[in-house]
């Protein structure tokens, strides 16, 4: 009874097309689930996500589990789950994800899980990392320790979806610092993120990561914008 009045003047809506949710929906309506742009990037190795840092940075594997178009599912997504607090949106992707993920096998010797770190005056206005809830999902499927005290970041940037392509790629190498002991010598580390577009912000990440001796550097991302 309070269930159904609590649905009643507070009703599930689909972070997706708003629509109203069916009883047996999470999140994400059936039709929006079914519409979402996958990249199958698992698929291939070679795929676009690493192209992107060929020359930049040396990475293991890359993957983003949906294209970022304008206007857009994964829009509406991404914008939800970073500005409107809604993180369920992340658990549900990323225990999606973790599985095709787990069942791909390119991310077996994955050691450990490091979100993209907010700055801290940006994460106490928020509130929260917009990652965590996908990055956690994704470290149950694939039974690796997240590590978030790692990777530090230093300065305070606005937001990269305000910024042109030009602005994005310009991202200072001082913008993260690292943090670790000999007991993470020689690791695997998994880096995720929401959005791959120019890779600026990621790179600066790897170059800090990569700082740790013997580190290698594999990435995902919930989505992968073609922009």
């Known amino acids: 009874m309070l269930k159904n009045l609590l649905n009643l003047f507070y009703p599930k809506i689909c972070s997706g097309c708003s629509n109203l949710l069916?009883?047996?929906?999470?999140?994400?309506?059936?039709?929006?689930?079914?519409?979402?742009?996958?990249?199958?990037?698992?698929?291939?190795?070679?795929?676009e996500g690493l192209k992107k840092f060929y020359g930049k940075i040396p990475v293991e594997n890359v993957s983003s589990m949906l294209y970022y178009h304008k206007k857009g599912i994964t829009q509406n997504l991404i914008h939800?789950?970073?500005y409107k607090n809604q993180q369920k949106i992340g658990t549900v992707l990323g225990?999606?994800?973790?599985?095709?993920?787990k069942e791909s096998?390119?991310?077996d010797n994955i050691d450990f899980v490091i979100p993209v770190p907010l700055h801290?005056?940006?994460?106490?206005?928020?509130?929260?990392?917009?990652i965590d809830t996908f990055c956690e999902s994704i470290?149950?499927?694939?039974?690796?320790?997240?590590?978030?005290?790692?990777?530090?970041r230093k300065e305070y940037a606005e937001t990269q979806s305000k910024k042109n392509?030009?602005?994005?790629?310009?991202?200072?190498e001082n913008t993260f610092s690292i943090s670790y002991n000999?007991?993470?010598?020689?690791?695997?580390?998994?880096?995720?993120?929401?959005?791959?577009?120019t890779g600026a912000t990621l790179e600066a990440c790897g170059k800090a990561i990569l700082k740790i001796p013997g580190a290698k550097l594999s990435i995902v991302t919930i989505a992968f914008s073609e922009s």
């Open 22 to 47: 069916l009883e047996s929906e999470n999140q994400i309506c059936i039709t929006c689930r079914h519409d979402l742009p996958l990249t199958n990037h698992l698929l291939t190795k070679n795929n």
């Open 80 to 82: 939800n789950l970073k």
């Open 95 to 101: 225990d999606w994800y973790g599985i095709d993920l």
């Open 105 to 107: 096998k390119a991310f």
């Open 120 to 130: 801290k005056k940006k994460l106490q206005k928020r509130g929260y990392n917009q």
């Open 139 to 152: 470290s149950k499927k694939l039974n690796k320790e997240i590590k978030k005290e790692v990777l530090i």
């Open 165 to 172: 392509l030009i602005n994005r790629s310009t991202i200072s």
């Open 182 to 197: 000999e007991t993470l010598y020689n690791k695997h580390f998994l880096l995720v993120d929401d959005v791959l577009t």
